[in-house]
């Protein structure tokens, strides 16, 4: 398993303008800035909550919305994911977690498979938490599954309050992402599939 399980990623389009440094490895720490603030607030819950270094800069279109810079920072983020984990040797590979926060409990199991596919069933009761429109949460794990080669299955349990389910989400998430992406100490040698390969 290398020593270095970082990465970064740059990732420029008409819409957007993205830089991701991210460290498996790390303590949870976080600098994020994309110019959406409830975005900020979430993305800071997945590194604290999955114990990865996650900085994040994103300058987008947001006169038009915020559509664009959150989809794009999934994408980014799942390039970057993608690439600190390099052939996956000694990871344990699948993660889960059941998660509640006030009103809501959120179920996320995952595999880091290189097989992307995304199951979201969160039914965020409310369009807007504040300026934040909340369909953008799936746009954002759909980017992130299909460029992290994640299979990731979200399911609300309970909740009627829609920050509080997002949030529950993306802690929930982040629980999930931290074992997967933990060195198994019984096979720290090998890759976690028969296959081989992942």
């Known amino acids: 398993m290398s ?15 993205i830089s991701v440094e991210i460290n498996l490895d790390g303590t949870g720490q976080y600098d994020n800035q994309t110019g959406v603030g409830f ?3 979430m993305l800071d819950q997945l590194a604290r909550h ?9 300058t987008g279109d947001l006169h ?5 810079t959150v989809e794009d920072t999934g994408i980014a983020l799942g390039q970057a994911l993608t690439q ?7 990871i344990r590979r699948y993660g889960e977690c059941h998660l509640a926060m006030d009103d809501a409990q959120v179920r996320t199991a ?5 097989r992307p596919y995304l199951i979201c069933n969160l039914d965020l009761p409310t369009a807007k938490i504040g300026t934040f429109d909340t369909e953008l949460v799936r746009e ?16 609300k349990l309970h909740g009627f309050n829609s920050h509080h389910i997002a ?6 998430v982040a629980r999930a992402l931290r074992n997967a992406v933990e060195t198994d100490p019984r096979k720290s040698d090998a890759i976690p599939s028969t296959k081989g390969s992942l």
């Open 39 to 41: 975005f900020d607030h």
């Open 110 to 114: 995952l595999d880091l498979s290189g």
């Open 84 to 90: 600190a984990l390099g052939d996956k040797r000694g």
């Open 167 to 172: 949030e529950a989400a993306f802690k929930a």
């Open 3 to 17: 020593d270095m399980r970082t990465a970064s990623i740059s990732r420029t389009t008409a819409e957007t303008d």
């Open 64 to 68: 038009i919305d915020d559509h664009h």
């Open 50 to 58: 999955a114990l990865i270094d996650i900085k994040v800069r994103a």
């Open 140 to 155: 954002f794990f759909q980017a992130l599954a299909t460029h992290g080669g994640i299979t990731l299955h979200i399911d």
